[in-house]
């Protein structure tokens, strides 16, 4: 995961989060985002479900459709 920065840059924080593949600064949409942007471990995608990218999501799903670690997390809050 790979953060998107909105017009007030990272101070404002993530605005969108993509997932990127390995180092490259592409996301799985075909955004290109800042390499130094902040980055997160893919297991934390849909912690903040309004901040991450739709299609990134339906890209990177498809692609790992299970996330034990994510499932486990999701349990615990309910
Ligand atoms: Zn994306």
Known sequence: MRAEYGPGGPEAGAKTWHIVSGDTGRAMCGRELDPG???????????Q???S???CGALFL????YLPDEH???EQQE
Do not use: V
Not at 62 to 65: G, V
């Open 37 to 47: 942007a902040e980055t997160r471990e893919p297991g934390r995608w849909g912690e």
């Open 49 to 51: 479900p309004e901040l």
């Open 53 to 55: 990218c739709h299609t």
């Open 62 to 65: 498809r692609e790992a459709p």
């Open 72 to 74: 486990r997390y999701q």
